[in-house]
């Protein structure tokens, strides 16, 4: 069955960098476009970022535009944020899931890492 | 930018039906997704495309889109619904693309 697995949160100071991982299993990663999708406590849902399949477009929300940087490792099924910057309100959890397809939306989630920006 | 918008909460009677609406300027031309999350848990796809559902779904969900508004119904609801529900679209209008969720809906079953 599909499993994503993320990792790497954590608390950290603002304006430094934290990287996260979401190791996926269960089906055939390089064939799918992968997104990062983040929850503030008691919030809604926001979008992060999405890299294509091959790794060849990647695009970021307004909100961490500039900041963050999206990979992946098709060889070992593995989906990363690089997360530079950070700021207060980039606490959250953090989602990585599997693109349906451009158009459209997530049809599987991880359980999410959990981001603290604190000083 | 676009914008959803969701009343923050909708009460139900078990075995009752629960219509969840999203409301956005000619939705109709977009692919609606909904998501249902229960507290301390990732969000889970219960509807894509406007009215599919993913296998493992039960037939109770249902989604349609017309006009300026998109709809999750819940029929039969029974308590083990009672959750957070978010709609989404991918927005094409500006030069990236950009997915846009709603602030969600608490379902409470009473």
């Known amino acids: 069955q599909v499993q994503l697995v993320e990792s790497g949160g954590g608390v950290v100071q603002p304006g430094r960098s934290l990287r996260l991982s979401c190791a996926a299993s269960?089906?055939?990663?390089?064939?799918?476009?992968m997104h990062w999708v983040r929850q503030a406590p008691g919030k809604g849902l926001e979008w992060v970022a999405l890299?294509?399949?091959?790794?060849?477009?990647?695009y970021y929300g307004d909100s961490v535009k500039g900041r963050f940087t999206v990979s992946r490792d098709n060889s070992k099924n593995t989906l990363y944020v690089q997360m530079n910057s950070l700021r207060a309100e980039d606490t959250a959890m953090y989602y990585c899931?599997?693109?349906?397809?451009?158009?459209?939306?997530?049809?599987?989630w991880g359980q999410g890492t959990l981001v603290t920006v604190s000083s | 930018s676009y914008v959803l918008t969701q009343a923050p909460s909708v009460s139900v009677a078990p075995g009752q039906t629960a219509r969840i609406t999203c409301g956005g300027y000619?939705?109709?031309?977009?692919?609606v997704q909904w998501y249902q999350q229960k507290p301390g848990q990732a969000p889970v796809l219960v509807v894509y495309?406007?009215?599919d559902r993913p296998s493992g779904i039960p037939e109770r969900f249902s989604g349609s889109n017309s006009g300026n508004t998109a709809t999750l119904t819940i029929s039969r609801v029974e308590a083990g619904d009672e959750a957070d529900y978010y709609c989404?679209?991918?927005?094409?209008?500006?030069?990236?693309?950009?997915?846009?969720f709603g602030l969600g809906t608490k379902v409470t079953v009473l």
């Open positions: 899931a599997r693109g349906v397809a451009t158009a459209s939306g997530f049809d599987y």
């Open positions: 269960g089906f055939n990663f390089s064939s799918y476009g």
């Open positions: 890299l294509w399949y091959d790794g060849s477009n990647k």
């Open positions: 000619n939705i109709v031309s977009k692919s």
């Open positions: 495309d406007d009215s």
């Open positions: 989404q679209v991918w927005d094409s209008s500006t030069d990236h693309p950009n997915y846009v």
